[in-house]
């Protein structure tokens, strides 16, 4: 409660003579937390961050990165460090998740492209040395949460030396395709609980027909806005695509990813990017990355639950593990691990999974 009494005077300090009212807008994993700031005629956002546990300077400094990228980031008004207090635009409410649940095919289809769109500006504005680097020091701390976290404390499993010295050969193989692929910008979450849908204006805002063409309309109306950025790295290529196409909250036909990644590896080549000449090879890296995100993303859920007692991801554990499993079937090299994991959990039998639409509320997957 004292906390959000120093927040409301700080924002009284930044907007005087203006009343609002404020509500919790949303919270992560982390200690941050966000207030919607309701004005006569605009809403805000203010970010709490305790500086004792966290640090607002990798916000501020990869928001003006995007931004300058030219891609819809919320727009930093104000900022008062020693607080832990940021003042930002608001992007509305609506996530990508919550409007692809219910809509059709083409609305997924232009929702994913404005992603890829946006993901394509930040990769061409990316430079060596102005993020942290996603080396092999970090890879594999991430991969490592798996046994710690899922293995040893979700499962009650103690691996034996045979068993763990197998993983760690295939966790030496995941760095080593996952360092040689090109790097750019990495936002890390980059998924349908960090982009946000924005409402098209009312009719009569709208541009006339004749001012804008087909690809300009689209961007004006479509181009998402993105959100906790903060933990962004340079590295590789593929990884913020594992977040968008095998999101731990949706899940999409595999025909449909792949006309999906298509569009994303011809638009990325015409602009420029690194990305593989042979659609094949950057398939095979696109998938070896996910592998590298499904065993880290097991490994946090599992200790989300186990050690913060947020139980809201165990249901998001069968959708990362089929991912899991499907990419590590199809390559040789994966195989052992894959053979791990039916000693951990053996699957008796197919157990189809929602696709989109099916078996989900709104209510029950906002964040």
Same mark, same amino acid.
């Given at each position: 409660?004292?906390?959000?009494?120093?927040?409301?005077?700080?924002?009284?300090?930044?907007?005087?003579?203006?009343?609002?009212?404020?509500?919790?807008?949303?919270?992560?994993?982390?200690?941050?937390?966000?207030?919607?700031?309701?004005?006569?005629?605009?809403?805000?956002?203010?970010?709490?961050?305790?500086?004792?546990?966290?640090?607002?300077?990798?916000?501020?400094?990869?928001?003006?990165?995007?931004?300058?990228?030219?891609?819809?980031?919320?727009?930093?008004?104000?900022? /008062?460090?020693?607080?832990?207090?940021?003042? @930002?635009?608001?992007? =509305?409410?609506?996530?990508?998740?919550? $409007?692809? !649940? %219910?809509?059709?095919?083409?609305?997924?289809?232009?929702?994913?492209?404005?992603?890829?769109?946006?993901?394509?500006?930040?990769?061409?504005?990316?430079?060596?040395?102005?993020?942290?680097?996603?080396?092999?020091?970090?890879?594999?701390?991430?991969?490592?949460?798996?046994?710690?976290?899922?293995?040893?404390?979700?499962?009650?499993?103690?691996?034996?030396?045979?068993?763990?010295?197998?993983?760690?050969?295939?966790?030496?193989?995941?760095?080593?395709?996952?360092?040689?692929?090109?790097?750019?910008?990495?936002?890390?979450?980059?998924?349908?609980?960090?982009?946000?849908?924005?409402?098209?204006?009312?009719?009569?805002?709208?541009?006339?027909?004749?001012?804008? /063409?087909?690809?300009?309309?689209?961007?004006? @109306?479509?181009?998402? =806005?993105?959100?906790?950025?903060?933990? $962004?790295? !340079? %590295?590789?290529?593929?990884?913020?695509?594992?977040?968008?196409?095998?999101?731990?909250?949706?899940?999409?036909?595999?025909?449909?990813?792949?006309?999906?990644?298509?569009?994303?590896?011809?638009?990325?080549?015409?602009?420029?990017?690194?990305?593989?000449?042979?659609?094949?090879?950057?398939?095979?890296?696109?998938?070896?990355?996910?592998?590298?995100?499904?065993?880290?993303?097991?490994?946090?859920?599992?200790?989300?639950?186990?050690?913060?007692?947020?139980?809201?991801?165990?249901?998001?554990?069968?959708?990362?593990?089929?991912?899991?499993?499907?990419?590590?079937?199809?390559?040789?090299?994966?195989?052992?691990?894959?053979?791990?994991?039916?000693?951990?959990?053996?699957?008796?039998?197919?157990?189809?999974?929602?696709?989109?639409?099916?078996?989900?509320?709104?209510?029950?997957?906002?964040?």
């Amino acid at each position: 409660m004292q906390r959000q009494q120093q927040l409301t005077q700080w924002l009284h300090s930044q907007v005087p003579n203006e009343p609002f009212t404020i509500a919790p807008a949303s919270a992560d994993a982390s200690f941050r937390r966000y207030f919607r700031a309701t004005f006569e005629n605009r809403t805000l956002i203010v970010m709490d961050a305790p500086p004792q546990h966290e640090d607002c300077r990798p916000f501020l400094h990869i928001a003006k990165l995007f931004e300058d990228a030219g891609t819809h980031v919320p727009h930093v008004y104000a900022q /008062d460090l020693s607080q832990g207090f940021l003042l @930002l635009s608001d992007l =509305g409410n609506t996530t990508y998740l919550q $409007a692809l !649940y %219910g809509g059709n095919a083409d609305t997924a289809k232009e929702l994913y492209g404005a992603a890829t769109d946006a993901l394509i500006k930040i990769q061409l504005a990316s430079r060596e040395n102005e993020l942290p680097p996603y080396n092999e020091t970090l890879l594999l701390r991430e991969m490592r949460l798996f046994p710690e976290w899922y293995i040893a404390k979700h499962l009650n499993v103690t691996l034996s030396e045979v068993q763990s010295a197998k993983l760690e050969t295939v966790f030496a193989r995941i760095i080593a395709n996952n360092l040689a692929q090109p790097h750019v910008y990495v936002h890390r979450d980059y998924h349908s609980r960090n982009l946000m849908y924005i409402e098209p204006p009312l009719s009569n805002s709208l541009p006339l027909a004749g001012e804008r /063409d087909a690809d300009s309309l689209r961007e004006f @109306l479509f181009n998402p =806005g993105i959100l906790d950025f903060q933990d $962004a790295v !340079y %590295g590789p290529i593929t990884y913020d695509l594992t977040s968008l196409f095998k999101d731990a909250y949706i899940r999409w036909e595999e025909a449909e990813v792949i006309d999906w990644l298509i569009r994303y590896w011809e638009n990325a080549r015409k602009a420029g990017l690194p990305v593989a000449d042979d659609f094949s090879v950057f398939y095979r890296d696109y998938e070896w990355m996910g592998v590298q995100r499904h065993l880290k993303v097991l490994g946090i859920f599992a200790r989300l639950y186990h050690r913060d007692g947020k139980d809201g991801y165990l249901k998001d554990l069968p959708l990362v593990m089929a991912y899991l499993r499907a990419a590590c079937a199809r390559y040789i090299d994966l195989k052992p691990l894959l053979n791990l994991l039916d000693v951990l959990e053996p699957v008796p039998h197919p157990n189809p999974l929602p696709q989109a639409g099916e078996g989900a509320n709104v209510k029950d997957i906002n964040p």
